[in-house]
């Protein structure tokens, strides 16, 4: 059963909910048509008791995600859900479902892409896969969870590493520090992300479902523990959005040089 909107595929295999970011021209960059298309799917994807699990994947074989959609952004495109902003980016950051998320990684995933996978339950990746938060490079900071669930799912020192350079990791250093569950040759990512899936699906949905919610500390939906990180992440984020060198990241990544930072 597949079911076509503009930013995202969803189809339905058994027990398992695949949601493919369908941007693969804009290497499937986030814009509102991505945020809207997924934020939804998964939400139905939640409120569907044959669904157990749910697996996020890019379309084509370039990328998983390259992150937000600067040109979307350049033009004054609003990013998120327009009805659920509270979703976060992609729909899916701050989105809390209790049904296991596995992100099958395709491609690179750097910025919001490797944000994603880290709002992901379980990730599997392909061999040529990259993680990383390059947004310091850009005058911004990894606003949609990257900051503060990189230095919780890595070793402190690693991931602060990770976070002040924006350099990039291979999908083999991401495995060998637990970043990700499992790398696959390229090419078969979402059959092994199904494999695991089907895994998770013959247990019990509910105790399963049960299981996730007091692993995060999540009632209602919401899990406690991040709220005041995403509070600070949007302060932080705002402030830096109105200085000179978050003009000059993006001016010097579209001219093709190196930028020259001012601190203000």
Excluded at 101 to 130: F, H, P, Q, W
Aim: net charge negative.
């Amino acid at each position: 059963m597949s079911d076509e909107q503009a930013g995202a595929l969803t189809e339905k295999r058994g027990n398992v909910l695949i949601i493919t970011i369908n941007r693969p021209d804009a290497r499937n960059a986030v814009n509102a048509a991505v945020s809207t298309a997924v934020g939804d799917a998964l939400q139905a994807a939640q409120d569907d008791p044959d669904v157990r699990v749910i697996v996020l994947t890019g379309s084509g074989d370039k990328s998983f995600c390259a992150g937000a959609d600067l040109k979307a952004i350049s033009r004054g495109e609003n990013l998120f859900h327009p009805e659920h902003p509270e979703w976060g980016f992609a729909g899916y950051v701050r989105h809390f479902v209790d049904k296991p998320t596995i992100a099958a990684v395709n491609g690179t995933a750097l910025g919001g892409g490797t944000e994603l996978a880290l709002a992901s339950d379980l990730v599997v990746a392909e061999e040529r896969a990259k993680f990383g938060l390059p947004e310091v490079k850009r005058g911004l900071i990894a606003g949609a969870g990257g900051v503060f669930r990189i230095v919780a799912q890595l070793p402190q020192k690693l991931a602060l590493e990770l976070v002040f350079t924006g350099e990039p990791l291979s999908s083999a250093d991401a495995l060998k520090w637990g970043l990700i569950n499992k790398v696959v040759p390229d090419g078969t990512v979402v059959d092994a992300a199904l494999e695991l899936a089907e895994r998770i699906a013959v247990n019990a949905p509910l105790a399963v479902r049960a299981s996730k919610r007091v692993s995060y500390g999540a009632v209602d939906g919401v899990v406690a523990a991040d709220e005041p990180f995403w509070k600070q992440t949007f302060g932080e984020f705002a402030t830096l959005l109105k200085t000179e060198d978050a003009m000059e990241g993006p001016l010097a990544f579209a001219q093709k040089r190196e930028p020259v930072w001012k601190a203000k």
